[in-house]
């Protein structure tokens, strides 16, 4: 479970989000890191009693992403993340980047989400070939009475304005074609993340995305 003193930390951080206050409390951070690896490391190895496409060798520290924000292109200068991000990518042919599962905790704002947001080009057009030949098989994942009410409106989620190149408006799956990211998520509360349970609760959640995943994944092969 993500200990109280981790949403503490992440709280005050987004209060004091500058280098003076966090080197005075790089212990604290350090502590709620590896409160994260551990919640990481218990979640891969059930995810992956479910999803084999996930490697079980993966070093957990390396799925917890850094907390140092790229300020280089952002008007935005504060040097932190507020939140511990967790992805958990799944086996790719070649090593490319595709659908994953990813965890954020941060105090009011923590979520599990998957799929694959923001695909490549190639990636992205080859995931609308999939959907214009075989769109019914998504539909049975994400119009599935559970996963709608777990993930909410797979459709309600960053899309083109028009349609996309080479589909006609009249395409029965158009808004599908229309989407730039192919993502379920669902939000967890503070009080969620702390309990003993959260672990077993977010391998719930995978095990609802993985149909999710393999589709994608099975586009982009």
Known sequence: MI?????????ELAQNNNRDWFIANKARHDQARE??????????????????????DV?????????????RFSPDKTPYKKNFGITIPRQ?????????YYIQ????????????????????KA?????????????????????AELFGNFRDQEKLKTNPRDYAADNENIELLKLK???????????????????AKTVSLCSHIYPLNVFLNNAIV
């Open 92 to 100: 790719h042919p070649n090593g490319s980047r595709g659908s994953e």
């Open 59 to 71: 070093d957990p520290k390396k799925c917890v992403l850094r907390i140092y924000r790229d300020v």
């Open 105 to 124: 905790i941060e105090p009011g704002n923590s979520f599990i989400a998957g799929g694959y947001w923001m695909p490549e080009g190639n990636h992205l």
């Open 3 to 11: 200990k109280k003193e981790t949403l503490d930390f992440l709280k």
């Open 181 to 199: 990211s192919f993502v379920a998520w669902r939000k967890l509360t503070d009080s969620e993340v702390q309990k003993k349970d959260i672990v």
């Open 35 to 56: 409160n994260v690896i551990e919640f990481a490391a218990a979640v891969i190895k059930e995810v992956a009693k479910t999803d084999r496409d996930i490697n079980t």
């Open 127 to 147: 995931i609308r070939q999939e959907i214009d030949y075989n769109a019914q098989e998504l539909k049975d994942i994400v119009d599935a009475p559970e996963f």
